[in-house]
């Protein structure tokens, strides 16, 4: 795992999919939607696949609640000014619902955690913040 910290953006794989999603030619939105999806009809989600629900559920967040995360104000403004506020809303049940998987047991990325139990109860508490921020 390519963390350095419990952040959100404090891991290697979470900035390699902020500048994927950055770099798309496709509807974000719409990418939103396969990823959330795609935590909903799968048993079990990779680390990469539980880290985009984490990454996509935190745009939402700074979109809707203006959440302040640094590199989202430092690095990507203009793909903050792509994403569209209404369409974005509709889809905060839906990172909920997926972020609950990823801090269950069906999430590689949930079980890397536990294995640091200095850093697991931090990391989870920011993830059920999250959670009530879109809630």
């Known amino acids: 795992m390519g963390a350095w910290g419990i952040g959100i ?3 290697d794989a979470a900035l390699d999919i902020l500048d ?5 030619d496709e509807d974000i939105v719409e ?12 048993s079990y989600l990779d680390y990469d696949e539980s880290v985009s629900i984490v990454v996509c559920s935190a745009l939402i967040d700074y979109k809707i609640n203006k959440t302040y995360y640094e590199i989202l104000i ?3 403004e203009e793909l903050i000014l792509l994403i569209e506020q209404t369409e974005i809303e509709l889809l905060s049940n839906e990172a909920v619902e ?3 998987v990823v801090i269950s047991e069906k999430s590689e990325l949930s079980e ?3 294995e640091n139990d200095d850093d697991y109860p931090k990391w989870r ?3 059920l913040q999250l959670i009530n921020r879109l809630t």
């Open 112 to 114: 890397l955690w536990k």
């Open 74 to 76: 430092e690095d990507y």
């Open 98 to 100: 997926a972020l609950r």
């Open 20 to 24: 994927e999603i950055n770099d798309m």
């Open 125 to 127: 508490k920011n993830m």
């Open 31 to 42: 990418f939103m939607q396969q990823i959330f999806d795609y935590a909903m009809k799968n």
């Open 9 to 11: 953006f404090e891991d």
